[in-house]
């Protein structure tokens, strides 16, 4: 079967043959110029295909008003220079985006960078986090909001651990008891390299927050302004009602990096093909190394313990600073 590709700026891809263009046309849906060559080089060996094209005007509104947009369109971007040379074909993610044009988003210090992809904070819409650590950085934030929290509700310790880090002492034995039953999992070539790069957050996390930090505390115990995760966990709100309502004295809050996972598998796979045909399209290699960005990190599993001071010890604190 032969292919006539066409693009136009309002169809999004499909893929029109003799038996179906019929019903198309009846609906409306194809402009005439397609029918017409349909009529002329359409039959039972010929199909078209009619891909969208992203033109100046549109690429120019959407980069300015992408914030507008919901957010499961906008959540993934990829900022490039339009091109009249570059016939951009519309994918569904990335969102492709203006780099040269003033964007509404916030990103990190020496970004955006073209041809990149950064994804959207699910509670901050202006913030846009590189793809590579985007799940590192929202775990990071929610144990800093988490820890501002309990230092505000009279914290006088709190450490963290990341339980299944190979530094890790409940890990470490883990691993020792399922080899000794032979529970050892045996890898080789790329798939011990995939392996390795899936548990790179988790290692990155047992360096970065792996901590104990004490704590005098004089004030009352109260919530603080400005949070950003703390609408969205109950278990945190449970804890400030235990707290205020009672004389809570110590708490283990578990936290799984799979809550801050905004891309799932089928979507990755999807994404991977994209990038990889976006990046042919403006000559950049898409590499080993590049491939490895789209591997599924491990679940990583924070523990982080709180001791909490009695409001008498509070009230005595307060007497005597």
């Not at 203006?98 to 202006?126: A, Q, R, S, T, W």
């Not at 004295?249 to 045909?277: C, F, P, W, Y």
Request: proline residues 4%; aromatic residues 8%.
């Amino acid at each position: 079967m032969k292919n006539l590709i066409i693009f136009v700026k309002d169809l999004y891809i499909m893929k029109i043959n003799k038996n179906n263009m019929d019903d198309m046309d009846s609906m409306g849906i194809l402009p005439p110029y397609i029918v017409t060559i349909m009529r002329l080089f359409g039959n039972d060996n010929n199909s078209v295909i009619v891909e969208k094209k992203i033109d100046r005007a549109t690429f120019t509104e959407r980069s300015c008003h992408v914030l507008n947009l919901d957010y499961r369109k906008r959540k993934i971007v990829m900022p490039l220079s339009f091109s009249d040379e570059n016939i951009y074909k519309e994918v569904e993610s990335p969102l492709l985006i203006d780099i040269d044009e003033k964007l509404p988003i916030d990103f990190p210090m020496g970004h955006p960078l073209e041809n990149h992809l950064y994804v959207g904070h699910p509670l901050i819409p202006k913030k846009y986090i590189p793809f590579e650590t985007y799940q590192l950085e929202l775990v990071e934030d929610r144990v800093r909001e988490f820890c501002i929290l309990a230092q505000s509700l009279g914290a006088t310790e709190i450490s963290i651990e990341c339980l299944n880090s190979s530094n890790s002492d409940r890990y470490t034995n883990g691993r020792t008891s399922a080899s000794a039953h032979g529970g050892n999992r045996v890898f080789s070539g790329s798939a011990e390299m995939d392996y390795q790069h899936s548990r790179r957050m988790i290692e990155e996390l047992s360096n970065s927050l792996s901590l104990r930090q004490t704590y005098e505390p004089c004030d009352e115990p109260f919530v603080p302004n400005g949070l950003v995760w703390y609408g969205n966990e109950p278990s945190w709100q449970r804890l400030v009602n235990q707290r205020l309502n009672g004389n809570l004295r110590s708490h283990e809050e578990r936290m799984e990096t799979r809550k801050s996972q905004m891309i799932d598998d089928k979507e990755l796979l999807s994404l991977k093909a994209n990038v990889e045909g976006l990046w042919g399209k403006a000559g950049v290699g898409f590499s080993n190394e590049d491939s490895k960005k789209f591997v599924q990190q491990e679940n990583a599993v924070l523990s982080i313990n709180v001791q909490f001071a009695s409001l008498r010890e509070i009230q005595e604190n307060r007497r005597n600073r």
